[in-house]
């Protein structure tokens, strides 16, 4: 069994003398900032002008420039996106990195794909919560937490993982729990997770089944219905219950039909291919490639985003949310 941590494993009081900088204040920097400042911990925030700048004001932060915020904390916590982290640290982070400090992050990307190779005489960890900044807050607020995970990349002071723990208290994820990991663990299984079912596995699913409906001859919007909308009663049910506890919650017809053809949909070919992904990840054959369309500007995620807005499924899909009342009016 893995090595989970609880409130009574961390101590606070081991950071609460040291400057905590949130460089970045998007989603999870504006949740983990209040979070940590809430638990009595000294937060100030690293930021660009512009919006984020701005927000992290409105919320009652002393904000700076990501450089003059490093320069300022004994511990750099690194939320911006993986694609800016790299320049980023080099232009205001790696200056700033002097012997005692400690480097945060909440993904693992950046490090276990030598992105970012930080000096011999800095700790450097891991906290991340495993749910979306709004849930981490909101959850906090109510007495409560997320779970999360927590590592050591280096540790040059001999007390990092005291130092992961104690931020992991202040987030608010040790109130539920904390698994102890590796940075080469969760960046594989985190992208791997993201490829082969929450992003792009789920994703080609739905589109799968509503084509299939559509192309019999059946409604659009029946098939939406039946192939997306209704995803998120069985995604709560699993959430809460688990798998067993799903089928245990629908019908008799609906179980049956799920437990003797699901495996025939997902069967052995679709196991090879999440084999190959997971090869892919693990050789950072998958890393260069996403480091390489960054660097071309994006050519082929713009594409993609544009097919995908162009698909039947989303035109449908954004009447019959208006129509349902579900429609967000952000998005």
Known sequence: MAKVYLDEDAD??????????????????????????????????????????????RDGFSVYEPGEAAERAEILHLLVPDEQQAALYREALAPHLKE???????HGFNIHFKQIVPPPHVDVILVAPKAPGTMVRKMYLQGSGTPGLVAVFQDASGGALKTALAMAKGIGLTRIGVLQTTFKEETETDLFGEQSVLVGGVSELIKAGFETLVEAGYQPENAYFECLHELKLIVDLIYERGIEGMMAAVSNTAEYGGRTRGPRLIGEETRRVMRELLREIQN?????EWIRENEQGLPNLRRMREEGREHLIERVGRELRRWAGIERQNL
């Open 12 to 57: 606070l009081g081991w950071i609460k003398d040291r400057t905590i900088a949130v460089i970045g204040y998007g989603n999870q920097g504006h949740a983990q900032a209040q979070n940590l400042r809430d638990s009595g911990c000294r937060v100030i925030v690293g930021a660009r002008r512009g919006k984020s700048w701005e927000r992290a004001e």
């Open 100 to 106: 005692g400090k400690t480097l945060g992050f909440s």
């Open 284 to 288: 950072g054959n998958f890393a260069r």
